[in-house]
């Protein structure tokens, strides 16, 4: 008796202490994922709204701002993740290294850039990669350009600036994750390895990387979602146009366009965000399923 | 030997070249600040003599101390709201375990592959019928819950011995003293790495804030930056010095907080 009345009063005591969580999440993010899903139906320009079907699904098909926006996200995806997880790897491993010198203070300066503010950063790089500015002047003078690149007003190169931004303020970051990991692994291993003759990269693919597969997941799902939203940086650079050319327009970004700029569609501009939740599902579905096949083979 | 001193050698170079690249953009900004607009787009990276120029420039364009007064308001409330309410939900789910709350749980975490675009047009109409637009309560509010550090405290918690909370509880202490005062003091550097990731996180914030601070005098720092940037040419010498004010607060955080944030993760991985 004792012993139930005990047990219930621990569950009650559980409730108790994620109540305030829930409460909080159910107003703040349950109800208006819900409520957008049931908007991303509807059709008409501000509050005035009308179901609509699948009509704004159909309009996305044939909205080429639309494609381009998606085509754009997906650029940055493909790109981005994988040279930053790859960097954060190299710079973890390079890093677990008791015997480096100044491991302190690589560590610390390559965690900086975490420290700054999204549109700080970008802020900072845009001065940096104007048409006359240091860098260019750097890359001419090194000979690797014949003449400046135009960073913020071509298509092409405006991409890749920003893929080198986000790159530059994330990998830190990710590398940090893989650190911590990196320390619970236990050394012998290691030793027992490089005694049998195993080389450093056949010990870094055999036993680095499968035993920090889950963090590598876990960061990669992250960074896919972090991508997929990707705003603050493009809508600072191009100052709010998506430009030049829309060639870095991202979903979010014209997603808010949508909503605040032009004539507010609240309906469609549900349906874009949902596209977005659609891809982060696949994506991260994609990668678990990577993730899973490799431990069985 | 000689291939493992080159390796090494190799090594070396690609951190110092990693190192000077994550820290040329904080000397660039510093030497900025004291630079023109027109030397900084010319490229010129050594110490100028613009400095006061661009103070007073930036000082006379913006309600400095409102807006710092602003950013900190809402980071700092913000922060000290989160890590109550998350590490009370990762105590909670993780001290007391049960079917529903597993579930629960597990659906708490599918959540958070959704992003914030998909609640951004309800979450502002919601804000603007109850007439809270344009106040600090709206920008707060939405961040307080955070999934991602209730998940953070979940699997710290792991770590946290459960023979202290039953000699807590042999003592006659009573559960919320037990977390109050066991749990909160044994888990400090988990609530360090949160306060480094929270409070960056709420200094940083964009997207929520540039939809729901309307008018100039509630804006943040980080708006009135962008604002500032989105210029036809926009005075790179005076951003630049208004840019390491408003990263000073976060370095400041940082580098107070950094040996206990490592520790913190390395509580969380494992």
Redesign the interface.
């Given at each position: 008796m004792a012993q139930a009345k005990l047990h219930r009063k621990?569950?009650v005591?559980?409730?108790?202490?994620?109540a305030?969580?829930?409460v909080?999440?159910g107003l703040?993010?349950?109800?208006?994922?819900v409520?957008?899903l049931w908007?991303s139906f509807q059709v008409g320009k501000g509050?005035n709204l009308s179901f609509g079907g699948f009509a704004n699904i159909v309009r996305l098909t044939k909205d080429a701002v639309f494609l381009r926006a998606l085509g754009n996200t997906f650029t940055f995806f493909v790109f981005q993740v994988p040279i930053m997880i790859v960097?954060a790897l190299?710079?973890a491993v390079?890093?677990n290294?008791s015997t480096?010198k100044f491991r302190g203070?690589?560590r610390?300066?390559?965690f900086?850039?975490?420290?700054?503010?999204?549109?700080?950063?970008s802020?900072?790089?845009?001065?940096?990669f104007?048409?006359?500015?240091?860098?260019?002047?750097?890359l001419m003078e090194l000979h690797l350009i014949a003449s400046p690149i135009s960073w913020l007003g071509d298509p092409f190169w405006a991409k890749v600036l920003i893929i080198m931004a986000i790159t530059?303020r994330w990998t830190?970051y990710n590398m940090?994750?893989y650190?911590?990991?990196l320390?619970?692994v236990d050394r012998s291993i290691y030793e027992a390895a490089r005694i049998d003759g195993v080389p450093?990269w056949a010990r870094f693919r055999y036993l680095t990387i499968p035993m920090l597969k889950p963090?590598i997941l876990f960061t990669t799902?992250i960074s896919t979602?972090g991508t997929?939203?990707l705003?603050?940086e493009v809508?600072?650079f191009s100052?709010?146009t998506g430009g030049p050319a829309d060639s870095t327009l991202t979903?979010?970004l014209y997603?808010?366009n949508l909503?605040?700029k032009f004539m507010p569609s609240?309906g469609y501009?549900?349906t874009?965000?949902?596209v977005?939740?659609v891809l982060?599902?696949i994506l991260?579905f994609l990668q678990f399923m990577i993730a899973r096949d490799r431990r069985t083979s | 030997m000689t291939f493992a001193l080159v390796?090494r050698g190799l090594?070396y170079a690609?951190?110092s070249l990693?190192?000077f690249?994550?820290?040329f953009?904080?000397y660039?900004?510093v030497v900025?600040a004291t630079n023109t607009s027109a030397e900084?787009?010319?490229?010129?990276?050594s110490i100028g003599s613009a400095l006061i120029t661009n103070a007073m420039a930036f000082f006379s364009q913006v309600d400095a101390v409102r807006i710092f007064w602003n950013s900190g308001v809402i980071a700092i409330v913000g922060t000290i709201l989160t890590l109550?309410?998350?590490s009370?939900?990762g105590?909670?789910?993780e001290?007391?375990?049960?079917r529903i709350?597993e579930k629960?749980f597990g659906f708490?975490l599918l959540?958070?592959?959704?992003?914030?675009?998909?609640?951004?047009?309800?979450?502002?109409?919601?804000f603007s019928q109850a007439k809270l637009v344009n106040t600090f309560t709206a920008a707060i509010?939405?961040t307080?819950?955070s999934?991602f550090i209730?998940f953070y405290f979940r699997q710290a918690t792991k770590a946290f011995p459960r023979e202290l909370r039953d000699a807590a509880k042999i003592d006659g202490l009573k559960?919320w003293q037990i977390?109050l005062y066991v749990y909160l003091p044994v888990m400090r550097s988990t609530y360090a790495a949160a306060t480094i990731i929270v409070f960056?996180a709420n200094?940083?914030n964009?997207?929520w804030p540039l939809?729901v601070l309307q008018t100039a005098d509630n804006k943040t720092i980080?708006l009135i930056?962008?604002g500032l940037?989105?210029a036809y040419t926009?005075d790179?010498g005076l951003?630049?010095f208004g840019?390491v004010l408003?990263?000073l607060p976060?370095?400041i955080i940082?580098f107070l907080l950094?040996r206990r944030f490592?520790e913190g993760?390395?509580g969380?991985?494992?």
């Amino acid at each position: 008796m004792a012993q139930a009345k005990l047990h219930r009063k621990e569950q009650v005591t559980g409730w108790v202490f994620i109540a305030p969580a829930l409460v909080l999440l159910g107003l703040f993010m349950i109800y208006p994922i819900v409520w957008s899903l049931w908007m991303s139906f509807q059709v008409g320009k501000g509050m005035n709204l009308s179901f609509g079907g699948f009509a704004n699904i159909v309009r996305l098909t044939k909205d080429a701002v639309f494609l381009r926006a998606l085509g754009n996200t997906f650029t940055f995806f493909v790109f981005q993740v994988p040279i930053m997880i790859v960097l954060a790897l190299l710079f973890a491993v390079a890093l677990n290294d008791s015997t480096l010198k100044f491991r302190g203070f690589f560590r610390t300066a390559i965690f900086l850039p975490c420290a700054t503010s999204l549109i700080a950063y970008s802020t900072v790089f845009k001065s940096m990669f104007a048409i006359d500015g240091v860098v260019n002047q750097t890359l001419m003078e090194l000979h690797l350009i014949a003449s400046p690149i135009s960073w913020l007003g071509d298509p092409f190169w405006a991409k890749v600036l920003i893929i080198m931004a986000i790159t530059w303020r994330w990998t830190g970051y990710n590398m940090i994750f893989y650190l911590a990991a990196l320390q619970n692994v236990d050394r012998s291993i290691y030793e027992a390895a490089r005694i049998d003759g195993v080389p450093a990269w056949a010990r870094f693919r055999y036993l680095t990387i499968p035993m920090l597969k889950p963090v590598i997941l876990f960061t990669t799902v992250i960074s896919t979602i972090g991508t997929l939203q990707l705003f603050d940086e493009v809508y600072n650079f191009s100052a709010g146009t998506g430009g030049p050319a829309d060639s870095t327009l991202t979903l979010s970004l014209y997603i808010y366009n949508l909503t605040f700029k032009f004539m507010p569609s609240f309906g469609y501009s549900a349906t874009v965000s949902w596209v977005i939740v659609v891809l982060v599902g696949i994506l991260s579905f994609l990668q678990f399923m990577i993730a899973r096949d490799r431990r069985t083979s | 030997m000689t291939f493992a001193l080159v390796r090494r050698g190799l090594i070396y170079a690609l951190l110092s070249l990693a190192a000077f690249i994550s820290i040329f953009p904080f000397y660039w900004m510093v030497v900025g600040a004291t630079n023109t607009s027109a030397e900084i787009i010319k490229g010129k990276s050594s110490i100028g003599s613009a400095l006061i120029t661009n103070a007073m420039a930036f000082f006379s364009q913006v309600d400095a101390v409102r807006i710092f007064w602003n950013s900190g308001v809402i980071a700092i409330v913000g922060t000290i709201l989160t890590l109550a309410v998350s590490s009370l939900a990762g105590y909670g789910f993780e001290m007391f375990r049960s079917r529903i709350r597993e579930k629960l749980f597990g659906f708490l975490l599918l959540l958070l592959s959704i992003p914030f675009a998909a609640m951004m047009v309800p979450l502002f109409v919601m804000f603007s019928q109850a007439k809270l637009v344009n106040t600090f309560t709206a920008a707060i509010l939405p961040t307080v819950a955070s999934i991602f550090i209730i998940f953070y405290f979940r699997q710290a918690t792991k770590a946290f011995p459960r023979e202290l909370r039953d000699a807590a509880k042999i003592d006659g202490l009573k559960e919320w003293q037990i977390f109050l005062y066991v749990y909160l003091p044994v888990m400090r550097s988990t609530y360090a790495a949160a306060t480094i990731i929270v409070f960056m996180a709420n200094w940083n914030n964009y997207l929520w804030p540039l939809v729901v601070l309307q008018t100039a005098d509630n804006k943040t720092i980080t708006l009135i930056l962008s604002g500032l940037t989105a210029a036809y040419t926009p005075d790179y010498g005076l951003i630049l010095f208004g840019t390491v004010l408003a990263t000073l607060p976060t370095l400041i955080i940082f580098f107070l907080l950094q040996r206990r944030f490592v520790e913190g993760m390395l509580g969380a991985v494992k």
